[in-house]
């Protein structure tokens, strides 16, 4: 099973299925559970387990596997005793029509203009067409994989970080910066994990990621030149501690104080007998 034909399978599913906030967050627990698992038909995973994943109630739980085994999304049973319940994840992708982005919609276009041109090329030769169709799906094949893993990474980076599944409108934002911004995967686990070591939560990680989005960072080659660049400027800006910091004087201070020119001892004996003769009245 391909995760993010899945994954992009799953949000197609749900414009015309709606589920709870729950049950997406389940969902999204599952599918990590069994793409860990190496995408077994059938797989076991406890109660307590989903509970830490989603951040759940036991029985939120398991109102949530219900709405989406009647809606078509998942299948499972119930043991007996304290075994866990048996899930099974259906290949939506086999279900509904793979769109993800407008780029994803540009690229299927290509993708049916590159056919088109493939049917047109073909020549008499059986050799020469085994060759374009060869061609033509291992393009395909390439492409689907590296889009898989990348999702794939982001996707768990995510979870480790922060200790819980992103939401679908968390996932459709990174799938912006993925495929319209043309930021790494790198990039994006990058940010993540940069918001984690000082406790930040997503919405961090999103003002880091618009920061580099518009001075042009795509590659995790750029985001290391520019934390070396940043810390350059820093190291220029700081003092070194042997220079003593000198305060700014006054420009008076520098000037000679001018004399004061003496007073007449008349004039000072004529005002200390008129302040007398004052106080003696009163």
């Known amino acids: ?74 299948d499972f049973r119930s043991r007996k005793g304290s075994k866990s319940a048996i899930y099974q994840l259906y290949d939506l992708s086999a279900m509904v029509a793979y769109k993800v982005s407008e780029k994803s919609l540009l690229s299927a276009i290509d993708a049916d203009n590159l056919s088109d041109n493939v049917s047109d090329n073909l020549s008499d030769k059986p050799s020469d067409n085994v060759s374009a169709l060869v061609s033509y799906e291992t393009k395909q094949n390439e492409t689907k994989q590296t889009t898989a ?24 934002n990174i799938v912006v910066y993925l495929d319209q911004d043309g930021l790494e995967d790198a990039v994006i686990c990058k940010a993540f994990r940069m918001a984690a070591e000082v406790g930040k939560t997503y919405g961090y990680a999103v003002g880091i990621l618009n920061n580099w989005s518009k001075k042009g960072i795509k590659k995790l ?62």
């Open 1 to 74: 099973m391909n995760y993010i034909r899945l994954i992009n399978a799953f949000y197609d599913r749900l414009e015309t299925s709606q589920l709870s906030t729950s049950a997406i967050a389940l969902w999204h627990a599952l599918a990590n559970v069994n793409n860990k698992a190496g995408w077994l038909r059938e797989f076991g995973v406890a109660v307590s387990v989903l509970c830490i994943k989603t951040g759940l109630s036991e029985r939120t739980i398991s109102n949530a596997r219900n709405d989406l085994k009647m809606k078509g999304f998942i």
């Open 149 to 172: 893993v990348s999702r794939q990474n982001w996707f768990d980076e995510y979870y480790q970080c922060f200790g819980k599944q992103p939401n679908p409108m968390q996932c459709k």
């Open 221 to 282: 080659s750029d985001v290391e030149r520019e934390q070396k660049e940043f810390q350059a400027q820093r190291q220029r800006n700081h003092r070194p501690n042997d220079q003593q910091h000198r305060e700014i004087e006054p420009e008076w201070m520098d000037k000679p104080q001018k004399e004061q020119p003496q007073e007449d001892p008349e004039v000072v004996q004529q005002r200390a007998r008129e302040l007398d003769e004052f106080l003696k009245s009163i």
